[in-house]
């Protein structure tokens, strides 16, 4: 106990002298020096306590901005998944609408009128042979109607109806080998009969031989034709066969207006006496209607009726009429 | 006890004191931890302990103060010789006695300070009315504090 005593008085005495010398000697060079070095080893303390503790006093906020946050995206992913859909069924709408402006350009020659339909089916052992379509007898399409369809805004001809089914038809493509449509070429007038290869192009035969064939000319099919109306685009000129000098005609190859792999919707004409349901088909999906692909517009008649197409390439020689309320459009 | 312990106390305790001085104070007033831990420590560990433990302590409060650089380590060294002097005339341990020793020893520690700075800065340092009434008992308040932190240094 003694020693302790002792030992307490001596530091006692010691931290005493140190604190005494280091408050009457303040300004003296050791003084300010171990000032100096204590302020280094302890300030440290201050400085980080404020720093942890301004860290701590961020916490409440942070937490709430991070809630906040995550509301905020719960409900902006919300709408993005609405705005995804409103866009893609913008995107429906304007197609729709593309179509729907360029159907009322047409004007169904009389005693028709056109049906939308959808293309259901497309065999792929037939793929430029035929499509089956989702309009039949029920909703009015007969045997042999025209079928056309919409190729970067234009009427172009696709095919004809071969069977009809209930709600469904079968068109037979006008690259089936079994198709040939009377045709004229858009520079020189000269008619001839276009006929299916089962490929990708078509042929046209029967073109008089001193005629001047040139490619890119336009075909269009003529007036005389038993299934289609005149001045409706069937492609354009590919190559020129080389003549056949035991022939009286020409050749060329045509390539098809009509991409029958793209078209996703159809017109066919109908005589104006059948059902009057389902003349515009139903609303578009998103997913029916991928982006970049075009439905189909235009009009088209059986073998008689005439098509006025409001706008359109004038083939050579024989002007498209413009859009003019006909008869037909009246009547109604 | 061992020398880690004895070190993360200390910076603890310096940073408890820091904060709870420049966050936690109304009207003036806040406790005075080190004083507090300084004497449950002579207590426990002798008077030797107390008095390093307060002029380090005092040390570190004397750099956060402008008036006088060594008034703080000479006052809380006091504060832990006189605690561990006591324990040769009372029981020291005891949770009544450490009480009455922060109670008496906070108005020591204030009026030394003052004394101090009459001494070496030519005025009384005078804490306040408020702080010299009321700093006692929020002190004996923070007493069983005290006992957790010499109870986590393994101290007896």
Redo the contacts between chains.
Sequence with gaps: ?HR?IR??NY??AT??A???????L?LTAP?RTL?AG??YL??P??YY??KG?QRLADVPPGVARLLRADLDNIQLQAQLRDALWQKSELEALRTENRRLSQALGLTPPRGYVPLWADVMERDPLHWYNSIMIGAGAQQGVSLNAPVFGDQDGTLVAVGRVTEVRRDSALVLLVTDEASSVAAYLSTSAVEGLVQGQSGPRLRMNYLPSEVALSTGDLVYTSPTSATFPGEILLGHVMAINPRDPFLTFQSVEVRPAADAATLSQVMVLRPAGAADQAVVPPPMTPKAFPKGRQAGAAAATSSAPQVKKSSGTAPSGKAIPKAVPDETEEGR | MSHLRGAVLFVAAALLQWWWSTRMSFWGLSPQILLVLIVAMSARLGPNSGMCYGFLWGLFLDILRPELFGGNAFALMLVGYGTGALRRQMDVLDVVSQYVIVFFMTWGYFLLYGLLGVVFAKQFLWVGWPAFLFDPFYNCFIVPLSALACAWLRVR
């Design positions: 106990m302790e030992v307490s530091v006692l931290l005493s140190l604190a005494l010398a280091l408050l009457s303040p003084v000032k204590v302020v302890l300030n303390v201050a306590g404020a503790a």
